[in-house]
């Protein structure tokens, strides 16, 4: 099937240039003519407007009758943080005669873009993207990757793979991606530091901006997921993997739902810092902790902390002495404890040096979470990621083991790897998520 | 004659006693000075010994404090309030002041021996240095060299390494003031720069806990980093003090100085390798503290004058008080939150800087 493609010119001529074939005087000599045939021809148009508009019109009515499939993704209005809302739509994929199929589809960002099928090159922003693009079996057209995915157990080729290096400030290799012309160009609105009206200002309309979930809201995940199926024509992975999300979450709340407040626990999330003494938390005013606390019945304690988008700094460590809670969270993120948690992750050895650090601790040292054996690590994955509902499933039997007696994080996680990254990791003995073992 | 010699001599000797007066009563205005600042800082220690996010009375924080040393006559009062004062509260307390001593030490020191009322750490390259040692173990530091250790370590290594090369480089023109400052500048504009390409190519986490770093920050000190400092100050400042008078024939000129038998290179390069080493001793364990080594030889200057042997104690002083106080306000104003110190200096310090100078009308130097 042949694409439109609106840089076609351009193509050519980079492809001739490499090869050599053309010169300065060759391309001058081009762009000369190109500009005289564009004004001669523009002014050709401009006098047979009517005429061709009513051409078209007769070869939709005579030849092409669009054939539309109807298919429903993004089904609830949703506010997040950031004031955006993604609205419900119906994505319509439009087929006309001469084979250019077409999906309209309203992203994360809240905006309407029509992306033409099929997709077959795409580049993305974020490692989360990642992950989505495996899900929805998808990882196979990706063709430039961003400078933080670097598991090739899931993401295979990736060495070969060019690189769109963004960085946090905010700079995007937008060269690179205008050589490189992928179909779309995926991004999150709210994490990477991407200017999104940039982006679009400076790709669109050739290259679609899509805005596939917002990080800072745990609801638009698999939505995201659903989109990047209809966007890639992956339906039905996406559907698989929303139904999935939707059991996990609902087999954890059908037993944390009648919990009354006195049998929620209390517990403190310590998201990773670059030393280990770096007390950071998020409040519930950060969606997916808050989230979190709710499906599972429990209580954070830095709830109400003074924050800045749901980011609490730097907590005075005597107010948590003074304080009464239940469990402990440490968020283990790769970059600053590499290797020490993740798929593929055989030994323990670095995990339980981090447990034993922490726990000896002045602020921690004797402390009911360490005296009960309530202090967990759990991988950076589990918490800003798509992985997002296997950290629901080992929460919920962290804090309640009573009530999940039979409910085995592992094996979801397992489940997850198997069905929907498709690689055979068993996570008891080749993953470390979730430390120590539930 | 020698009646007449006397009667020549007398008006001279009345003179010279009467300014010794003179001067014994501004010297006692001095020490008056300084002996009032003894106090003010100690009252600042045990203020910021008895606030912080636990709520404790004062009897609890002093029992706890004496129960350590006199077990017998003072009952503990529970483990968690000796948790709290033992191993939260004291070290941070003193780690603020034996770094405001330090950096306000080491300011004075500085702009006294290059005559230049803008000399400080951060000036001179020292702190952006060591901000770049840590920059460089937060975002690149594996095994060895990552964490706390790794951060100290590369940061006092850079510290070091700059103030070497200022002193190297400037030696070859005769370790002018001038030329130190200038290339203290350049070093300072070289690891900024090194620093903020780091951040940039880094993840928004890795870049925001560098600059977190950069900032300052009193969290999480501990008594072994208090047992390290500690010597270090007390020698670094001991030797700066014994070398005070120097520094006052250093202040009035490199002829003059010359001229009374100083060897100017020699005690130039001596001032500044210990006030180096006093910041990067500093600046490696709890970051960037801007504003004390700057403001708080000007704020001491104003008050008693330029005599170093007055102004370098004094300054260690007011370091001290402020950045107490600057402590005190970040732990208390968002509590349980805590605010980093070296911005709150930088907000209390200016202010009240700016209102001093605007009324005084002397020289700085």
Known sequence: MKKYNKNQFDKTIDAHKKKGEISRRHFLLGAGSLVFGGALGGGLLSGCKQEVTTQTVSTTKTVSIPTTVEVPVMTTVTETAYSTVTEMTTETVTETAAEVKTVTITDAAGREITVNLPVERVAYLHPAIAESLVIVNAWDRVIAKDNYTFDTLIFPGLDNMPVLPYFESGSVDYEKIIELQPDVLLVLPTAGGIDLNEAISKLEPEIPVISVFDTNDADTWSKGIELLGAVMQREEEAQAFASFVQSIEDSVTAKTSGLVEADKPSVLLKISGWTIDQFSSFSNEFAPVKKLVDVTGAVNLAADLPSMGGWVENIDPEWLVTQDYDYVLVDIWESYYPGAMGVGVLDTSAAQTILEDLTAMNVFEGSKPVIDGHFYLMDHELIMSIRYPMLLAYAAKAFHPELFIDFDPDAVMQDYLTRFIRIEVDPIESGLFFYPKL | ?365
């Not at chain 2, 001179?124 to 040692?133: E, H, K, N, V, W």
């Not at chain 2, 023109?173 to 350049?186: H, N, Q, S």
Request: proline share 4%.
């Open chain 2, 1 to 365: 004659m020698n009646q007449s010699s006397d009667t020549t001599f007398k008006p001279d000797i009345i003179k010279a006693t009467a300014l010794k007066k003179e001067q014994r009563k501004a010297n006692l205005k001095k020490w008056r000075f300084i002996i009032i600042l003894i106090p003010i800082m100690i009252l600042l220690m045990a203020i910021n010994a008895q606030t912080g996010s636990a709520n404790l009375s004062i009897g609890d924080v002093f029992t706890t404090i004496l129960h350590k040393f006199f077990p017998d006559t003072f009952a503990s009062v529970s483990d968690m309030v000796n948790k709290i004062i033992w191993q939260l509260r004291l070290p941070r307390v003193l780690m603020a002041m034996l770094a405001g001593i330090g950096l306000a030490g080491a300011g004075c020191v500085m702009q006294s021996s290059l005559k230049n009322p803008l000399a400080d750490p951060l000036l001179l390259g020292i702190s952006s240095s060591a901000g770049f040692g840590a920059t460089l173990v937060i975002i690149l530091g594996v095994g060895i060299l990552s964490g706390t250790a790794g951060i100290i370590t590369s940061a006092f290594f850079f510290a070091i390494l700059v103030s070497l090369v200022i002193i190297g480089l400037s030696s070859f023109k005769g370790a002018k003031p001038v030329t130190m400052l200038l290339i203290g500048l350049a070093m300072t504009y070289l690891f900024q720069s090194l620093t903020q390409l780091l951040q940039y190519q880094s993840s928004a986490e890795a870049a925001k806990a560098s600059m977190m770093w950069m900032v300052g920050d009193l969290s999480g000190v501990e008594w072994s980093e208090v047992a390290i400092l500690f010597p270090i100050i007390l020698v670094s400042c001991g030797l700066l003090f014994w070398k005070s008078w120097d520094l006052n024939i250093l202040s009035s000129g490199d002829e003059t100085a010359k001229s009374l038998g100083i060897n100017v290179f020699r005690l130039r390069v001596f001032l500044m390798a210990v006030a180096s080493l006093v910041t990067a001793a500093i600046v490696s364990f709890i970051g960037v503290i801007a504003f004390v080594g700057l403001v708080c030889p000007h704020i001491c200057r104003m008050f008693i004058g330029s005599d170093n042997r007055f102004l370098f104690p004094a300054s260690c002083l007011a370091g001290a008080v402020l950045l107490l106080c600057a402590d005190c306000v970040a732990r208390t104003v968002l509590s349980p939150v805590i605010l980093p110190p070296g911005v709150i200096t930088g907000l209390l310090g200016a202010p009240f800087f700016i209102q001093l100078v605007m009324r005084q009308r002397r020289e700085l130097i």
